[in-house]
């Protein structure tokens, strides 16, 4: 680590060491350098569980799709026997990724030259290698990593060490449990190319606080800024509850689960289960903002719209589903305008470290959580 690098960690480690009322924002090269980029892609994504796609998208045995964490190319299938993996998307002989999208087929096949891969990744065919000495099938299987299926979302762990899921999360796990979110279907789907670091949307996401200036026709009337609270967790996430005005019911488009408590249904909560998977939970669906982190000023996002398949027993359930992307489209370009000009002042020569609202507790947690994995070598 450069002498430059180790005097950032210092710097993020003075601003977000003191409690909520005294601390500050990381500061502005936590956004923008790329060497903290570099130091995150190693000791946070690459290390902890990172939340891909629903088991739903790939449902049968060879469906398959391709995204990259943390810069590593993979593949996520379905094997032949039912189970989800997360393969190399780097074929073996030289390097030509395997696919791209969404997929399907019972052999992943290189474009190249047309090595074919099995479903678990093992060699099966290599065209007219037959004159290279001690070639051999078995040396070439597309690499695995760790994979595992939580609620009916698949996380990857490219370092294979993290702890389990369930071990982690199951202070979560208990509170989703009425969700039945393992059984959800995706009700839609929208896709963004945002031009900003990621903790930009993560901090934005994790606060309230700016309902009332930026979202003052679609949040602010009934879930104003001012009653939101972050929760105080020790955990590997960070929860912010969003009450309804007047502890009133929220409005729900489709049917609420039986089992939903009565607190869920007078507002909703939001989470970032660390680093960096965004979940609003709502009374009667989830939305998840998937993140591809593709450099330090860009992701690609994708709004996943989940809803339990007994809740969208509805008449014209398909309008309502519309209704709900274009609502979800609207206040995410809401957002995108705070976010697009963070990014631009963040690169200010007078951007600064900024003091913390009581209402920003979660943008806290999360930074202090940050820099203690940066820290851990
Ligand atoms: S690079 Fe894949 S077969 Fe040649
Ligand atoms: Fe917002």
Redesign the pocket.
Known sequence: MTPETQALLEAGEAAVAPPLAKASTLPPAFYTAPEIFALESERVFRRHWVAVGRASEIPHPGDRFRIDVAGEPLLIVRGKAGEVRALSAV?R????LLGSGAESGGTIS?P????TYALDGSLMAAPLMDKAEGFEHENCSLPSFGCEVWNGFIFVNLGGDAAPLAQSLAPLAEEFAPWKMDEMEIVGRIEFDQPYNWKVLVDNFMEAYHHFAIHPETFEPNYPAAISRAEETNAPYAALRMPHRDNGLSDTLFKPLDGIPDHARRGFSVFNVYPSMLLAVLADSVVWYRMEIGGVDRFKLTVYLLAHPSSLDVPDVETLKTFLREGTFAVHMEDIVACDGVQKGLQSATAAPGRLSHLEGAIHQHQKWLMAELARP
């Not at 002989?93 to 030509?96: D, F, L, P, T």
């Open positions: 074929c002989h030289r390097w030509m290189c190249y030259h047309k090595w």
